[in-house]
């Protein structure tokens, strides 16, 4: 009985792992269940033994990321970190789920738009959510002198665009390693607020 859950549980993972990559390839609305099932290898009805819907495949990616990224920043509460510290910290998480989970990472920013009423509004939630904390960071950074006097909102939002940006180095001939893009983009971002 184990082993069988265990089988399905890993064919789950391939189903999801594969619907990542398929959804950022196509985007979700042109990604068919029939050709998700065929990159898998099993028929397309079998495909509703391990999930319900095209739609709870997304979820599951969106919010395992999202879910990962608002970890990082609860933990940062206990860190024994400076400010400028914790956005570097967030910064670097935030590069390095580019690097390392970029096909899930790619569909959380790119196909959100498509999940369903409540998930969407959950999503929205937290996101502002996220964007807050980061801002409040940011805010306290300012008042103990650590951070340049910019806008908090500005600062998120130049951050994660410019993480976002690694998008395009996916897509490009340039040779950079991970770490000289990671260690550039932090000189670059944290050395522009350091007060």
């Known amino acids: 009985m184990a082993k069988a859950q265990r089988k399905k549980a890993s064919k789950k993972d391939l189903i999801v792992q594969k619907a990542a990559s398929m959804f950022r ?3 979700f609305p042109a990604t068919s269940m029939r050709d998700l099932a065929e990159s898998v290898g099993i028929e397309a009805a079998s495909l509703y033994n391990h999930i319900q819907s095209k739609s709870e495949i997304l979820q599951q990616i969106i919010f395992r990321i999202s879910d990962d990224c608002n970890k990082q920043l609860a933990d940062l509460d206990n860190a024994g970190l400076t400010n400028l510290q914790k956005i570097e910290s967030v910064t670097r998480f935030h590069i390095q789920m580019m690097f390392q989970r970029f096909e899930d ?3 959380m920013i790119n196909e959100w738009i498509h999940l369903e009423a409540q998930p969407l509004a ?5 996101r502002r959510n996220y964007v807050q904390c980061m801002e409040g960071i940011i805010t306290a950074g300012i008042k103990e002198k650590e951070i340049k006097p910019i806008l908090p909102y ?4 130049t951050i ?4 976002r940006g690694l998008e ?3 897509r490009s001939q340039k040779h950079y ?6 260690e550039n983009m932090i000189t670059y971002l944290i050395g522009g607020l350091k007060a």
């Open 122 to 126: 959950d999503f929205i939630s937290q």
């Open 105 to 107: 990472y790619h569909v």
């Open 177 to 182: 390693t991970a770490e000289e893009l990671e």
């Open 25 to 27: 390839e196509k985007g």
């Open 168 to 170: 395009f180095w996916h």
């Open 154 to 157: 500005i600062a998120v939002l």
């Open 160 to 163: 994660l665009s410019a993480v």
